[in-house]
C-alpha cells in the first residue's frame, strides 16, 4: 500500500468510528493544504454533513477540521430531500418528510457537542463569536414538503430550516428539474405557494437544479434575492446539464441574488486558475456583488478541479485568484460577503 492510499484509509476509518459514535469526523492531524485564511470572512453556501445519506466514500467530505482549515465563517449544512423518492439504498420503506427529519435531527445532534452555532435569526448570525462556526440548515430538494405547505411551516419552526433548494435530482411538486426533458413548464401553482410563503417566512430560496422556465418563474415571482447554491457557467452548453447560461445567471442577480460556483472538473475549468479565472470573467459579466461559493463539500463531486479536493484546500484557491488579479475586495464579496448580504436580506 502506498502512502497516499494509507492516508486515505486511516481517513476513512477514523470518519466511520466517529459515525458509530453518532459524533460528528473529528480533527485529524493528516490533513493537507495551507493554513486557514485569516484575511477573509467566508461562507459556504451549499454542504453536506458526512453519512447522513449514504456510505460510499467521498474526498469532499465536510468536516469541523476542515471548515477550520480554510477559515470558515459559516456554511449552510443540508438535508437530501428527494432520495427517499428516488428509491435510493437505506432510504426505501420511508416518506421523503420523515427521512429529511431524519437527517436534520443527525445534524442538530452533531452540532450539541461540536463548535457550531445555528442560525435562525439575525441576532444568532450577529453574535457569532471568534471559534465557532455558524451554521444554516437547509434541505436539497423540496420533495421533503409532499405538497404541503403545512411541511414548509413545520420544517421552518421545528427544525429551524432557513434555505431550501427546491429541487434535487427529480421533478416535484414545485417545478422540473435541471436534467428533465424540457417540456415548456415550469414553475407549478404550488410552486408559486412554496416561494410567496419563502418569502413570507424569511427563507432563502436556492434554484439549483432548477430547469430554465422553473428557475424564470421563481425569479419573476420572488421578493427577495435568490442563490443558485452550486453550479457554474456554461463552458459548452449540453441538454440537461448542471451548467448555467448566462441569462440564467442574468435573472438571479436580477433578484439581487448569487450564483455560487463549486470545484466541479469539467472542460474549460480544470484547476484553480481556471476556477479563479471564471470568477474574474462573472465579474465582469455579471457583477461581482452577484458571484459566490458553494462547494457541495460531501455532495459526491464526480471530479474536483486540480488542486483542489476538500474544502481545506480553499486557501489554495483563494491564491490562485489573487494570481488571477482579483481585487481583494471581490475575493471578499465571493468568498461570503455576497452570501451574508442574502442572508441578511432574506431572514427575519
Known amino acids: 500500500m502506498d502512502r497516499r492510499s494509507f492516508i486515505k484509509c486511516t481517513l476513512w476509518g477514523g470518519l466511520l468510528l466517529a459515525r458509530s459514535r453518532n459524533a460528528w469526523p473529528a480533527e485529524g492531524?493528516?490533513?493537507?493544504?495551507?493554513?486557514?485564511?485569516?484575511?477573509?470572512?467566508?461562507?459556504?453556501?451549499?454542504a453536506h454533513p458526512p453519512g447522513l445519506f449514504s456510505d460510499r466514500p467521498d474526498?469532499?467530505?465536510?468536516?469541523?477540521?476542515?471548515?477550520?482549515?480554510?477559515?470558515?465563517?459559516?456554511?449552510?449544512?443540508?438535508?437530501?430531500?428527494?432520495?427517499?423518492?428516488?428509491?435510493?439504498?437505506?432510504?426505501?420503506?420511508?416518506?421523503?418528510?420523515?427521512?429529511?427529519?431524519?437527517?436534520?435531527?443527525?445534524?442538530?445532534?452533531w452540532m450539541k457537542s461540536a463548535s457550531?452555532?445555528?442560525?435562525?435569526?439575525?441576532?444568532?448570525?450577529?453574535?457569532l463569536n471568534t471559534g465557532v462556526l455558524?451554521?444554516?440548515?437547509?434541505?436539497?430538494?423540496?420533495?421533503?414538503?409532499?405538497?404541503?405547505?403545512?411541511?414548509?411551516?413545520?420544517?421552518?419552526?421545528?427544525y429551524g430550516v432557513r434555505i431550501i433548494t427546491l429541487m434535487h435530482d427529480s421533478t416535484n411538486a414545485i417545478g422540473r428539474h435541471q436534467r428533465a426533458q424540457p417540456t415548456g413548464e415550469g414553475l407549478t401553482p404550488f410552486g408559486e405557494k412554496v416561494v410567496e410563503r419563502m418569502n413570507q417566512l424569511g427563507m432563502i430560496i436556492d434554484v439549483a437544479h432548477a430547469e430554465t422556465q422553473t428557475m424564470r418563474g421563481v425569479a419573476a415571482l420572488t421578493k427577495h434575492p435568490v442563490v443558485d447554491s452550486h453550479t457554474h457557467p456554461s463552458v459548452q452548453k449540453k441538454p440537461?446539464?448542471?451548467?448555467?447560461?448566462?441569462?440564467?445567471?442574468?435573472?438571479?442577480?436580477?433578484?439581487?441574488?448569487?450564483?455560487?460556483?463549486w470545484?466541479?472538473?469539467?472542460?474549460?475549468?480544470?484547476?484553480?486558475?481556471d476556477w479563479a479565472g471564471e470568477v474574474k470573467t462573472m465579474q465582469s459579466r455579471l457583477g461581482i456583488n452577484h458571484v459566490g461559493l458553494g462547494t457541495d463539500g460531501s455532495g459526491?463531486?464526480?471530479?474536483?478541479?486540480?488542486?483542489?479536493?476538500?474544502?481545506?484546500?480553499?486557501?489554495?484557491?483563494?491564491?490562485?485568484?489573487?494570481?488571477?488579479?482579483?481585487?481583494?475586495?471581490?475575493?471578499?464579496?465571493?468568498?461570503?460577503?455576497?452570501?451574508?448580504?442574502?442572508?441578511?436580506?432574506?431572514?427575519?
Open 300 to 348: 459526491h463531486l464526480p471530479q474536483t478541479v486540480e488542486g483542489y479536493t476538500h474544502i481545506g484546500d480553499l486557501p489554495k484557491f483563494i491564491s490562485a485568484m489573487e494570481k488571477t488579479g482579483l481585487a481583494e475586495e471581490a475575493i471578499q464579496a465571493y468568498l461570503g460577503g455576497n452570501f451574508e448580504r442574502v442572508i441578511r436580506a432574506v431572514l427575519k
Open 29 to 46: 492531524n493528516s490533513l493537507e493544504g495551507e493554513g486557514p485564511s485569516k484575511k477573509f470572512m467566508i461562507w459556504d453556501a451549499h
Open 116 to 127: 457550531l452555532k445555528q442560525i435562525r435569526n439575525l441576532s444568532d448570525l450577529t453574535s
Open 240 to 261: 440537461l446539464s448542471r451548467q448555467r447560461t448566462w441569462e440564467e445567471m442574468e435573472w438571479i442577480a436580477g433578484t439581487g441574488g448569487v450564483v455560487c460556483t
Open 263 to 273: 470545484p466541479l472538473f469539467h472542460q474549460g475549468r480544470t484547476n484553480l486558475l
Open 134 to 158: 455558524g451554521a444554516l440548515l437547509g434541505i436539497e430538494g423540496g420533495d421533503a414538503l409532499e405538497g404541503r405547505l403545512e411541511n414548509l411551516d413545520l420544517f421552518y419552526e421545528k
Open 59 to 109: 474526498p469532499t467530505m465536510v468536516t469541523l477540521a476542515r471548515m477550520k482549515q480554510a477559515g470558515l465563517k459559516g456554511s449552510v449544512l443540508a438535508a437530501v430531500g428527494d432520495y427517499a423518492v428516488k428509491g435510493r439504498s437505506g432510504m426505501r420503506g420511508t416518506s421523503a418528510k420523515l427521512d429529511a427529519e431524519r437527517q436534520l435531527d443527525q445534524i442538530l445532534s
